[in-house]
């Protein structure tokens, strides 16, 4: 059964700190990977997109990696500013099965940024 | 370049009501998706149309249901409300399909809707 898993669940940080969020996924065949941010109240905003061959893809302070062969990815913040607070959410595409739309969805990461 | 418009906001109804939801994408996109998102599933997957015609559809009861029309513009409606269809309904454009595609999709900030 094709699964994304995101870990932590939650996570609280100070400003300026660094954190690491974890995405461990099952799809098969793999196509892209995607970061999500989602502010509150707020709909998804697109950070990155992997494919297969990608390992690495930055966006400002976010780095996304890719192990296609662990099946696993993780996204990167550095010098966390407030405006980080938010959930991630990881997302990954299937060439076929998956879901029905072809993507498969973490339940995401809250993200807290403390003064 | 306008992004994705959903309305409205937020919306109050009652169980047994039905409710429209309307998405306008971004110009020029021609798939247009449903999600659901609640605080213990994360978002799932309601359907998918492109160029007026459903792709796809998740698994939900036939309660809800969808139209896209010419201009790609889109509309969700859930009849006889339950208690349980209280979420935020996102709906999502992009250029492709998002099976395969390397095009990220675009999302609206949504419609919250509450069921009394």
């Known amino acids: 059964k094709n699964q994304v898993e995101q870990s932590p669940q939650s996570l609280i940080i100070l400003e300026g700190k660094n954190c690491t969020l974890q995405c461990n996924y099952t799809v098969s065949p793999f196509s892209n990977l995607r970061w999500y941010k989602q502010d509150t109240g707020r709909g998804p905003v697109s950070l990155t997109i992997?494919?297969?061959?990608?390992n690495t893809k930055s966006n400002g302070r976010y780095t996304a990696t890719l192990d296609a062969d662990t099946k696993q990815s993780s996204l990167h913040i550095t010098a966390s500013q407030l405006s980080d607070s938010a959930s991630y959410i990881c997302v990954v595409s299937a060439l076929s099965g998956g879901g029905a739309d072809g993507l498969t969805f973490g339940k995401g990461t809250h993200l807290i940024i403390q003064p | 370049k306008a992004g994705v418009t959903q309305t409205p906001r937020y919306l109050i109804k009652t169980r047994g009501q039905q409710v429209t939801l309307s998405c306008s994408p971004i110009?020029?996109?021609?798939?247009v998706s449903w999600y659901q998102q609640t605080p213990g599933q994360g978002l799932q997957f309601l359907f998918e149309y492109f160029s007026e015609t459903q792709r796809n559809k998740g698994n939900f009861p036939g309660r809800f249901s969808g139209r896209q029309f010419s201009n790609s513009r889109s509309e969700m409606n859930v009849s006889t409300l339950e208690l349980g269809d209280s979420a935020l309904y996102l709906c999502?454009?992009?250029?492709?399909?998002?099976?395969?595609?390397?095009?990220?999709?675009?999302f609206g900030d949504g419609t919250r809707l509450s069921i009394l």
């Open positions: 992997m494919t297969f061959s990608e």
């Open positions: 999502a454009s992009s250029l492709f399909s998002p099976r395969g595609s390397n095009q990220p999709q675009h």
């Open positions: 110009s020029g996109h021609r798939s």
